[in-house]
């Protein structure tokens, strides 16, 4: 099969070929729970691009070279002995992990946290090929409304989208407010589950205006461009209190402190962007009672929950295609912000 290949390690994202295209063995079955899956759809995350710099590189085992591509869709190509309940040709999209569901944390449905995993793309060969080998579990079946290739960047940047909003809306009451920071690829996600889930306010914010405007669309009630005075204008609209959640989609350089200051006292403040650094004085954390929450990907159940958002027509993509052979491009024009929404490759 033809595949985009990761061979080293770039720190500054400098060269035109950060992956090869190439051809490499076809997935085969192991296992009686084993599925080889056809790709009809492989989500182009920034995650990629932080794996290509080596950001991963101690928080995984995996050894280059390797297959990048951790938000996968298509048809199921070939089944284990054991899989009773997907049949070749079935449409499916991939949950990230691929888990035995023998351990504690997977049987309470916490698939993230199992004791053992494997996650394609991040320390196995992932879905920047045309076929994919995962689990049983991981498959979820998808209705006729969606096709693979559409939905494919669900799978991580939909599901931690999901998960960090469905947190935020479990508490968020109408009239107050939820922040937004960064709505590309994963907060207009976001901002569009927000408004599916809960009644608050949503103010996003974004250096880019396209990506504001496409917020809009998606149901946001308030733009800032962030220009210097994003804080300021977010205190302003709240009534000068902040807002009861922040979700911050961008987790670095000042996107943290600006984070916090738009928080209201006993507010909630979401990571869910991450390269940057969480500082505090534990007296803040004290005197303010606001409380800072990590979001890794969602579970299997949310990923089904947002599948039915979609499949609604409450939550939509954008997205930008490109061919499996063109991997580079779509990579370099994430990297240097050509693309508002999500690119997808699709193999030829």
């Not at 992956?19 to 790709?39: F, L, N, S, T």
């Not at 590189?57 to 869709?73: C, F, K, M, T, W």
């Not at 997907?86 to 049987?107: E, M, N, Y």
Request: with cysteine.
């Amino acid at each position: 099969m033809r595949a985009a290949v990761l061979h080293e390690y770039d720190e500054k994202l400098s060269k035109s070929e950060l992956v090869i295209y190439q051809d490499v063995p076809d997935p085969e079955i192991e296992g009686p729970m084993d599925v080889i899956v056809r790709i009809g759809g492989a989500g182009v995350c920034r995650t990629d691009l932080h794996v290509i710099e080596g950001i991963w590189r101690q928080n995984s085992d995996v050894q280059l070279p390797y297959i990048l591509g951790h938000e996968n869709a298509g048809w199921v190509e070939e089944v284990g002995a054991g899989v009773t309940t997907f049949k070749p040709g079935d449409p499916v999209i991939c949950h990230p992990l691929v888990t035995s569901g023998h351990c504690l944390a997977c049987r309470r449905g916490n698939d993230m946290h199992a004791e053992e995993s494997a996650f394609p793309g991040i320390n196995a060969d992932g879905g920047y090929a045309q076929y994919l080998k995962t689990g049983v579990r991981s498959l979820i079946s998808l209705p006729q409304s969606l096709a693979p290739k559409d939905v494919a960047p669900y799978t991580d940047a939909g599901l931690t989208a999901y998960r960090a909003s469905k947190k935020a809306a479990q508490h968020l009451l109408p009239g107050q407010y939820v922040v937004v920071i960064g709505v590309g690829g994963l907060g207009h996600i976001g901002v569009q589950v927000l408004r599916a889930l809960c009644a608050a306010k949503i103010i996003a914010v974004d250096v880019s205006q396209e990506s504001l405007e496409l917020a809009g669309k998606c149901g946001a009630d308030e733009l800032v461009l962030a220009a210097g005075d994003q804080v300021e204008k977010v205190l302003a609209l709240t009534g000068g209190w902040g807002a009861e959640a922040v979700i911050d989609y961008v987790g670095e350089g000042s996107a943290i402190k600006e984070g916090l200051e738009m928080t209201r006292n006993d507010g909630a403040y979401y990571i869910v962007g991450y390269g940057g650094k969480l500082e505090i004085p534990t007296i803040d954390m004290i005197t303010s009672e606001k409380r800072i929450i990590g979001n890794l990907v969602g579970t299997y159940p949310e990923l089904v929950e947002l599948m039915a958002l979609a499949d609604q027509g409450k939550v939509e993509l954008a997205t930008a295609e490109y061919r499996l052979s063109d991997a580079n491009r779509a990579l370099l024009d994430l990297h240097h912000g050509k693309i508002h929404g999500r690119a997808v490759l699709v193999p030829e």
